[in-house]
């Protein structure tokens, strides 16, 4: 699979405080179950609920999906190594890792560009909405967000594939890192290095900018309408979206495009800790909150199971 005399990496994690340890891990353990399951309260509300199928949900479905994948790609292996202290991963698991945590989150880009595509014909072409957005539609948005992916992780991954690591196997992270694993390398790693720049730009500028000219029509159709209860409702359905494209495009663009965070360890590791686990655990609460619909929808849920119990024990 490689050339290379290192055969596992020592992941030094957060930090090498016992007690800031326990409180991490706590404060990671109680984010990652919130996030798993409020991620799954949405996929699993979309399914029962026919008010939502529609293809907002379908697409704020499988974004639920990513964030479980992606925070379980990195966090319980993490959890893991905090709990027994042992801090080495194989070279293999480690590559693994890194191909799954960068393909999750990078289709999720992708996918956060779709559903501002979403929100653009919802509400600058709403008598069109259904022709538009239909059904296959939406799925071959999905399969394309996976294969554009696909088509930015692959040749990184045969690049990463190839690097050395000769003097040190320690990875200044919590988890397997493309930046930590390029500095401690003993090969040339320029190429590596200005192919995930370029790669990493491109998805970021390339999805930015659906993003952004998808809300700017939003935003000057919307300001054309006379109602300010019609504006009110317009913007209620595209500001969840708006609050985690903010979070997702701030946090990804500060670490990637900022040099000095990339000489920042500390800072890298922050914003990763936001990315991979703050991030996955808000998502489903600002979807929820502020969205009347699955509210009532979880609301609803909630009142037939109580009847179902009800049922059973009578």
């Not at 799925?139 to 294969?147: G, H």
């Not at 594939?161 to 390398?185: Q, Y």
């Not at 500001?239 to 890298?268: D, L, R």
Request: charged letters at 15%; glycine letters at 2%; a positive charge.
């Amino acid at each position: 699979m490689r050339n290379s005399t290192v055969e596992t990496f020592i992941l030094l994690g957060l930090t090498d405080d016992p007690q800031l340890q326990v409180l991490i891990f706590i404060f990671l353990f109680l984010t990652y179950m919130l996030s798993v399951t409020g991620n799954l309260t949405i996929i699993t509300l979309t399914f029962v609920d026919s008010h939502l199928k529609t293809p907002m949900y379908y697409f704020l479905k499988n974004f639920s999906f990513l964030e479980i994948s992606f925070t379980s790609a990195c966090i319980p292996r993490y959890l893991y190594n905090t709990a027994t202290g042992d801090k080495v991963i194989t070279y293999n698991a480690c590559f693994i890792q890194v191909f799954f945590t960068d393909l999750f989150a990078i289709t999720e880009f992708f996918l956060l560009a779709a559903m501002s595509y979403d929100r653009y014909v919802a509400i600058c072409k709403p008598l069109h909405y259904v022709t538009i957005m239909s059904s296959r539609v939406c799925r071959i948005l999905i399969i394309c967000c996976w294969m554009a992916s696909l088509c930015v992780i692959i040749p990184l991954l045969s690049l990463g594939l190839s690097l050395e690591f000769c003097d040190s196997n320690v990875l200044d992270h919590f988890t397997c890192d493309a930046f930590p694993l390029v500095k401690i390398s003993c090969s040339d790693t320029w190429i590596v290095e200005q192919t995930v720049i370029i790669c990493d730009g491109l998805t970021l500028n390339m999805t930015l900018t659906c993003v952004v000219l998808s809300y700017g029509s939003i935003i000057r159709t919307i300001f054309r309408f006379p109602s300010v209860q019609q504006r009110k409702k317009a913007f209620s359905t595209c500001s969840s979206h708006m609050i985690v494209v903010s979070i997702t495009y701030g946090a990804c663009i500060f670490i990637y495009m900022n040099p000095t965070a990339k000489e920042e360890v500390t800072v890298n590791k922050a914003v990763s800790l936001l990315i991979s686990s703050i991030s996955p655990t808000l998502n489903p609460f600002i979807y929820t909150l502020r969205n009347n619909q699955v509210k009532k929808a979880f609301k609803d849920s909630l009142k037939r199971f109580a009847l179902l119990s009800t049922k059973r024990k009578y």
